[in-house]
């Protein structure tokens, strides 16, 4: 908030509070149907605890993406005032004091702060502080025109040509309207999807009372480990789902650095002697993931990343053991919980007398649960003497279900092939961080056209300015770079020692990207001709990339809304076939082999 609203604190604290009480209240709500709902289901009421986590995370970066949204939208007006105020005085500060009192309010905070850098008495070093909390990179471009501009003069006024503030902003409008109308388009082709994801989720209890009232004996499935299992599984699916649309709608985002729980945790003395030694064995494949890690934007190193898996791999292995010990409890319980189905067609002289039926067994399967009693003539006598029941119908099948029920309670324990489910979970978590990368490994190829079309739009604004060199070009590309940032960053640092050999060197290291390699041709060719000449092309092709960017980002947004609503179908369609069509196929295949047996 405080980069996007460089407000006073107050304000700030103020409309932060505002963005998370909405998302708390909403979280809230969900939370608590899901409680109310659960009916003493623990895990369906951590589902919707974690459920409730996800929408306060997901509210609020709606809430952040529509005030960003707004300050993109409000900075184009802006941009057109400035433009007019220039032609007019000439003088850069001049044309931006004289704009803030025209401007939203929004957009004036952020150009009065714009304002007091370029009239600052260190304007590189103010830039460069402004570089690390700037909201996007259009109010740094501007700035960036705005300084240079400052500094070396408008050599367009003095040869009475176009200005180079007029030619520079213009490149930058028409790269932000771009912006603006991709970002429009893909907001509307999958703003629900994200919801979409979680919704089934919320629809878990109402699927399972309509089954109940619908079908007799299908409670026996949802109530048992079949239900504990199909909620953890639909809630997996649901979070996986969400996880992967939430990444196609924000693009590659740094996320983790080395200050994370993982890299902490892989500094822990006997933990970080132990994965020393694997990174030392497997140094090459250490080295291979080190730049898959990078190239996402992913920090933390091998080592933590190593430890990362590790973790996830024993989580997945203990809280597997956790369900399936839960499950097997739960059916061991429900074994002698309900004889309900037991006695529905017994003829009995009144509907109290079979609920009392159904009473004893339940009592007497509680009270005789050992060897000793396991049987159905003695049980018949004890429940005679001691109850109600005198009959011996009755009696007799009050005590036949329940050495039944004890019987089937005696053959539900803890399996040995319980471990071996626990150990392939835990491999397939183990290998969750890689797909993770390789899920943001395909989104950043996705963008990556597009931070090329961003370089063409940043170079027809340098080549505007005058004293533009080879580090001026790639600080201002390493600034407004997601995909080729590390490899950009890299390219800076061995500049000095041999300029030629560190470009090519940035060549080699992204040689199957055909038009970077063909972007870093034209910044070499900067060392023998100027920058006008050796980016001639993209003014004069202007036309042509204008058009390819639109079409381009037509390409990419209609690729990721069909991606975003396939996957955003995968939760309703599973939450229906496990927990509707299963239950009953399940129930339908036991009646049909009850109906065998018999015959």
């Given at each position: 908030v405080q980069a996007l609203y460089p407000a006073d604190e107050v304000s700030i604290s103020k409309r932060a509070t505002n963005y998370l009480t909405t998302a708390f209240a909403i979280s809230i709500s969900v939370a608590t149907l899901a409680i109310i709902s659960a009916n003493g289901d623990v895990f369906y009421i951590l589902c919707g605890l974690l459920v409730g986590y996800l929408m306060i995370d997901l509210i609020v970066n709606i809430r952040l993406e529509s005030l960003e949204n707004k300050l993109l939208s409000e900075f184009k007006d802006f941009l057109d005032n400035v433009l007019h105020r220039y032609n007019m005085c000439h003088i850069v500060t001049d044309a931006i004091y004289e704009t803030l009192n025209t401007s939203s309010f929004l957009v004036s905070l952020h150009t009065q702060r714009i304002h007091s850098i370029i009239t600052s008495q260190d304007i590189d070093f103010e830039t460069n502080k402004y570089r690390k909390m700037s909201p996007n990179r259009f109010l740094l471009m501007f700035l960036a025109i705005c300084s240079s501009i400052t500094k070396s003069g408008d050599t367009g006024?003095?040869?009475?040509?176009?200005?180079?503030?007029?030619?520079?902003?213009?490149?930058?409008?028409?790269?932000?309207?771009?912006?603006?109308?991709?970002?429009?388009?893909?907001?509307?082709?999958?703003?629900?999807?994200?919801?979409?994801?979680?919704?089934?989720?919320?629809?878990?209890?109402?699927?399972?009372?309509?089954?109940?009232?619908?079908?007799?004996?299908?409670?026996?499935y949802f109530e048992g480990a079949y239900g504990i299992v199909a909620t953890v599984l639909l809630f997996l699916i649901c979070i996986g789902s969400h996880y992967y649309i939430r990444q196609l709608k924000d693009g590659k985002k740094i996320e983790e650095r080395e200050t994370s729980i993982w890299y902490k945790l892989s500094r822990m003395k006997y933990v970080d002697e132990s994965l020393n030694k694997y990174i030392n064995h497997n140094k090459s494949k250490a080295e291979r993931t080190n730049k898959r890690l990078k190239a996402i934007g992913c920090n933390i190193g091998p080592k933590a990343f190593m430890m990362k898996r590790l973790v996830y791999g024993l989580i997945g292995f203990v809280c597997t053991l956790i369900i399936l010990c839960s499950a097997f409890i739960q059916e061991r319980i429900l074994a002698t919980a309900n004889f309900a189905a037991n006695f529905e067609n017994s003829i009995v002289i009144s509907e109290e007398y079979r609920e009392m039926m159904e009473m004893v067994a339940e009592d007497y399967s509680q009270m005789y649960d050992g060897k000793e009693y396991r049987d159905v003539e003695t049980l018949k006598e004890i429940i005679k003497q001691d109850t109600q029941i005198k009959t011996d119908a009755s009696a007799t099948e009050v005590a036949t279900a329940i050495v039944n029920a004890l019987d089937k309670k005696d053959t539900i324990y803890f399996q040995w092939y319980y471990i071996l489910i626990a150990y392939i979970v835990s491999v397939i978590a183990f290998f969750i961080p890689s797909l993770m990368i390789r899920i943001k490994e395909k989104i950043v190829d996705m963008d990556k056209e597009d931070e090329i079309n961003q370089f063409r739009i940043i170079m027809s604004i340098l080549i505007n300015i005058n004293g533009v060199t080879i580090n001026t070009i790639l600080e201002w590309l390493q600034n407004f770079s997601s995909s080729y940032h590390i490899t950009i960053s890299q390219c800076i640092l061995n500049l000095e020692y041999d300029e030629e050999k560190a470009l090519r060197d940035m060549q080699r290291a992204e040689k199957n990207d055909i038009p970077f390699c063909n972007f870093v041709d034209n910044i070499i060719a900067v060392r023998k001709v100027n920058v006008k000449k050796a980016f001639g092309t993209i003014e004069t092709d202007k036309e042509y990339y204008r058009d390819k960017r639109k079409q381009d980002n037509e390409i990419?947004?209609?690729?990721?809304?069909?991606?975003?609503?396939?996957?955003?179908?995968?939760?309703?369609?599973?939450?229906i076939i496990i927990h509707l069509i299963g239950p009953i196929l399940l129930m339908s295949l036991e009646m049909f082999s009850t109906l065998q047996n018999a015959l």
């Open positions: 006024f003095r040869n009475n040509t176009v200005s180079d503030f007029t030619k520079s902003v213009n490149n930058l409008k028409e790269g932000l309207n771009e912006e603006i109308l991709k970002r429009n388009s893909l907001q509307n082709a999958i703003q629900l999807a994200p919801f979409m994801t979680l919704l089934p989720l919320v629809f878990i209890k109402p699927i399972e009372a309509w089954a109940k009232s619908n079908f007799d004996g299908i409670e026996t990419m947004n209609r690729k990721k809304a069909e991606k975003a609503n396939i996957v955003s179908m995968i939760p309703l369609f599973a939450t």
